[in-house]
């Protein structure tokens, strides 16, 4: 069978080191030839950020930052850096914090410099998220793309390993999502595979090691990698039902990723054997779901959407909402049974082969 696909590469640079991030920033900025500079950081990556920014002159620090971007929080960033004429901005922190920043970019161009603390991949993508009135809206801008990213695996070292499983496996999320996406093609099934291969060594060494630089190494690398799949192979069924349970019940963003992934592969694979054969390779294991699931053990990943804060009473809404969402090339035809049953079984932490 010959090969016929439509394959877009995003630009952007990346600039990948531990213990350089200050130097990296400082010489993007220049680069950049950048007079205003806001940073985007939550409370608790503030001294983190001042410490990344150190040899950087900075116009305006910027803390207010929620999960899930609502849109009150993002019209408050963008009316600061119109108010103090911003020409650039560097944002430090997770998934959050990168979103806060593309909302910025959204309305006003401006480019950003992403600094990543987690394993979000956010920083790689064109995609961007708002929530409003209760319901998560995401979108594709390239205005939105951070033109630069700087990896440094020494800014991740104080993520809580509990963190850094749920954020990797988030990343994983992203690997696996892509190969059956909307625009999935063998560009992107090659780097999610060894995103899922990176992640899968990497999170590991940081459970047994927190400090372990060549783990926080390959984990940073495998996000990047799942970030970069996911961004050409578009948004699939497993991040159409997370958006859903996080913009709508207000569920942690990386925990709800990494609680939902197991029951989407065990959902799809039947119907996906190129797909699941792939991630099996990647994974070194007999079946796909069967390395997920020993991952998962080996680094104590989250069980059930139930430890959230998610109940059965709000399954009826949440697959009403999802239905409307579901990706016309998903491998598997979606209903209300089985979407359904899908939910109810992340929700108790029930066996994922239940599924098939």
């Not at 987690?118 to 993508?125: L, M, N, P």
């Not at 009473?313 to 239905?323: C, F, K, S, Y």
């Amino acid at each position: 069978m010959s090969l016929q696909f439509d394959h877009e590469t995003l630009g952007q640079r990346v600039l990948f080191g531990s213990g350089e991030a200050a130097q990296n920033l400082a010489a993007e900025i220049s680069r950049l030839d950048a007079k205003n500079v806001m940073v985007v950081a939550g409370d608790f990556e503030l001294p983190m950020a001042r410490q990344v920014a150190a040899d950087i002159d900075v116009k305006v620090w910027h803390s207010n930052v929620v999960m899930h971007v609502p849109i009150e929080t993002a019209e408050e960033a963008r009316s600061v850096a119109k108010e103090n004429d911003i020409d650039v901005v560097v944002c430090v922190g997770g998934g959050s914090t990168t979103g806060l920043a593309k909302a910025i970019a959204m309305t006003t161009a401006l480019p950003i410099i992403a600094v990543p603390t987690t394993y979000a991949g956010s920083e790689a993508t064109n995609v961007w998220g708002l929530t409003e009135a209760a319901r998560k809206t995401t979108g594709v801008d390239n205005k939105v793309l951070p033109v630069t990213v700087i990896y440094d695996s020494a800014l991740t070292m104080s993520l809580p390993v509990e963190m850094s499983v749920a954020s990797g496996l988030n990343g994983l999320a992203h690997c696996i999502d892509s190969l059956w996406g909307p625009k999935a093609d063998p560009i992107n099934a090659a780097m999610a595979a060894e995103g899922i291969r990176a992640l899968s060594a990497g999170l590991p060494k940081i459970v047994a090691d927190a400090q372990d630089v060549d783990g926080r190494d390959e984990a940073l690398y495998g996000a990047y990698l799942a970030a970069v799949s996911f961004a050409s192979a578009g948004s699939g069924l497993h991040h159409k039902i997370c958006h859903v349970l996080g913009g709508t019940f207000n569920l942690p963003h990386a925990q709800t990723h990494a609680t939902v992934l197991p029951y989407v592969l065990a959902f799809n694979a039947p119907y996906a054997p190129q797909a699941e054969q792939r991630a099996a390779a990647a994974f070194g294991s007999a079946t796909a779901l069967e390395g997920l699931q020993q991952l998962r053990a080996q680094v104590g990943a989250p069980q059930r959407l139930s430890d959230y804060g998610f109940t059965a009473a709000g399954i009826p809404e949440a697959v009403e909402i999802i239905l409307e969402k579901v990706p016309a090339n998903n491998p598997r035809t979606v209903t209300e049974e089985n979407l359904t049953a899908l939910l109810t079984t992340a929700l108790n932490g029930d066996d994922p082969a239940t599924l098939n």
